[in-house]
């Protein structure tokens, strides 16, 4: 199973992060090594000095696919979640500048965020896309977003990465964090909500 994680899909935060709108998805992968257990709390690692919460809509990859068409992606998932994509920001910033992969900041143990509860697809009578997601840290809201402020849409989103790489039944695509992201500290917890209901709530433990 993988993590397909979606860099810059809504242009507020890549403007907060200096970066430009990509033309096409960006993409990079977190192993499964990568989740947090349920319940477990996130110890910021030793080697950063600056952990970023990153909150994303989730989706379920619920078929194989290949080269997917964009007007047949909707077949390929089947259900919703929200989640944290944990960025190590100075890491990364070191990784851009000599054009080196993020893994390192990334990909690190506990760097994922899923979720317990899962929506399926069809339960959205009026489509998932507009029902909103929020992060609050500390009880205060600092993330929020709903999947219609997307770049690219979770269908094209589909058919560009299976264009490189099969799509396998169990994947999970992140989709990508709106604006507000920001640093975590020792003490702090983090909540994620989506369709008004509480997703997951992570405390955090400093070194
Ligand atoms: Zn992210």
């Known amino acids: 199973m993988k993590l397909i994680c979606i860099g810059r899909n809504y242009a507020e935060h890549a403007k907060e992060l200096g970066n430009s709108v990509p033309k096409e998805p960006l993409f990079f992968l977190k192993?499964?090594?990568?989740?947090?257990?349920h319940r477990h709390p996130f110890y910021i690692p030793d080697w950063t000095q600056d952990v970023h919460h990153e909150v994303e809509l989730l989706i379920r990859i619920c078929r194989n696919g290949k080269?997917?068409?964009?007007?047949?992606?909707?077949?390929?998932?089947?259900?919703?979640?929200?989640?944290i994509d944990?960025?190590?920001?100075?890491?990364q910033a070191e990784a851009k500048a000599?054009?080196?992969p993020w893994e390192k900041a990334k990909a690190f143990d506990g760097s994922a965020v899923i979720s317990k509860k899962w929506f399926p697809v069809d339960s959205f009578t009026e489509g998932w896309e507009s029902v909103p997601f929020y992060l609050e840290k500390n009880?205060?809201?600092?993330?929020?977003?709903s999947?219609?402020?997307?770049?690219?849409?979770?269908?094209?989103?589909?058919?560009?990465?299976s264009k490189y790489m099969t799509l396998k039944m169990g994947d999970v695509i992140f989709t990508g964090t709106p604006a507000g992201v920001g640093r975590v500290e020792d003490g702090d917890t983090l909540e994620g909500f989506f369709n008004e209901e509480s997703m997951f709530r992570v405390n955090i433990h400093g070194t």
């Open 86 to 91: 944990f960025t190590a920001r100075d890491i």
């Open 98 to 100: 000599n054009g080196h």
């Open 139 to 145: 009880g205060e809201k600092v993330q929020a977003g």
């Open 147 to 161: 999947a219609l402020h997307m770049t690219h849409h979770v269908h094209a989103l589909i058919a560009h990465v």
């Open 31 to 37: 192993p499964d090594s990568a989740i947090l257990a």
């Open 67 to 83: 080269a997917v068409q964009a007007e047949f992606a909707h077949r390929y998932f089947d259900a919703i979640s929200l989640g």
